[in-house]
């Protein structure tokens, strides 16, 4: 491979912005593609999977090179001297590259391949709460699994296609795909594309979502003709496979804190051909107090740590705080009390996050069942998806029924 300049001053900036500015890395990457229109898809595939790859190995990298954040300019220059060593990339005769120690580099990394936390590039803490809420043995594969690139899963729209159709009508524009076994509605990209600008996206036939993500709509047990609230909806992801699985019919109420991710809803709903969900912002309790007893099915994907979705977040892993864990899980339980009241006598309820942590999940619901909320409730079934095992980002889901 040949490096060139223009791409890697792009990677440079890019990584500056992530670690010293703290800008998500997905915005970073946004940005840095629209830098120069001439790139062809080669050099946008550099360019991003360059960035991801430093920013979910920077402990590791970090180490090997001896720098520290924030990082100076040299420094971020010897992060990606690491990553071109250990990929075996012929290194330019430029001023930034310094005389490159090969062999100390191969055999820094292989020293500190043999300790989890910099094998695995993630900080002291997050390691230690790993083993001491999974084990030993299961976190060890869990955050392997979890630091490898997440492929790219679509669910399709059929509302307006089969899964079966989709499949032909990609292939026309060149992206192959493949199903997922006991994931009725998922394909699998054979490679890596940018399916945003495909005409099948334009009109409505799928949504990009991990298969992980697309179980927890299935788990409600929602039917055409429900009334059905979405408590945490956001961006509406979970929300348009409701609308799915209902056939667009019956009532979808669609809330959050965030106007603005709501509005990002009501743009995809109207792609999508979905016609109903009400939007609701949660701008006070009597927003809630007024839907207390009216649901069918309520649905709280509840604000998580996100550490089952770091292979598609990896900058979370330096974003992520231990205090935030403390803070999330009291969130969490006000969540479950103050939400679950919307469920009707006879209703179902679905607690879900992309964690895999039990303190944010099992004993979540374990709390809440042994509250004064949750005393009329009845806990139904439960499902933890692990990354090491599903190949797929890491899920709960907790299904509890109103007596």
């Not at 604000?303 to 990896?314: A, E, L, W």
Request: proline share 3%.
């Amino acid at each position: 491979m040949r490096l060139h300049r223009n791409l890697v001053y792009a990677v440079i900036d890019s990584l500056r912005d992530i670690f010293n500015e703290d800008v998500y890395a997905d915005k970073a990457v946004e940005l840095a593609l629209k830098r120069d229109k001439r790139w062809g898809a080669r050099d946008r595939k550099f360019v991003a999977e360059t960035i991801y790859d430093i920013v979910r190995w920077k402990r590791l990298y970090g180490e090997i090179a001896n720098v520290k954040v924030p990082y100076s300019r040299p420094d971020l220059w010897r992060l990606f001297v690491v990553w071109c060593v250990l990929r075996g990339i012929k290194l330019p005769d430029w001023n930034q590259i310094e005389p490159t120690p090969t062999r100390r580099i191969k055999g820094k990394f292989d020293e500190l391949s043999k300790i989890r936390k910099f094998r695995e590039s993630i900080p002291d803490w997050m390691d230690e709460i790993g083993v001491s809420e999974l084990g030993e043995e299961v976190w060890t594969k869990e955050i392997a699994a979890l630091n490898k690139q997440a492929e790219v899963i679509l669910r399709t729209n059929t509302l307006n296609i089969s899964k079966e159709k989709l499949l032909k009508v990609l292939a026309t524009e060149d992206v192959n795909a493949t199903f997922i076994k006991g994931h009725d509605d998922a394909l699998k990209l054979v490679e890596r594309a940018n399916v945003f600008k495909t005409q099948a996206f334009k009109q409505g036939y799928f949504e990009v979502q991990d298969a992980s993500s697309q179980l927890v709509a299935k788990y409600l047990e929602v039917e055409p003709g429900m009334k059905v609230i979405d408590t945490c909806a956001g961006a509406g992801g979970k929300t348009l496979h409701l609308a799915s699985l209902m056939q667009n019919k019956g009532q979808i109420i669609a809330m959050d804190i965030y106007e603005s991710k709501l509005k990002k809803l009501k743009v995809r709903a109207r792609r999508n051909g979905v016609h109903n969900i009400d939007l609701k912002v949660i701008d006070s309790n009597k927003v809630i107090k007024k839907l207390h007893d009216k649901a069918d099915r309520v649905l709280i994907d509840a604000p998580c740590s996100g550490i089952g979705v770091i292979r598609r977040n990896p900058d979370s892993k330096w974003k992520l705080e231990p205090e935030f864990l403390d803070k999330i899980r009291a969130t969490q339980q006000e969540i479950l009390a103050r939400y679950s009241k919307m469920v009707k006598s006879g209703g179902k309820l679905v607690y879900a996050t992309c964690s895999v942590l039990p303190s944010e999940n099992q004993q979540q619901i374990e709390f809440f069942l042994a509250s004064d909320e949750g005393k009329d409730f009845a806990f139904v079934s439960d499902k933890k998806v692990l990354a090491h095992k599903s190949g797929y980002d890491g899920f709960y889901m907790a299904l509890l029924e109103r007596k």
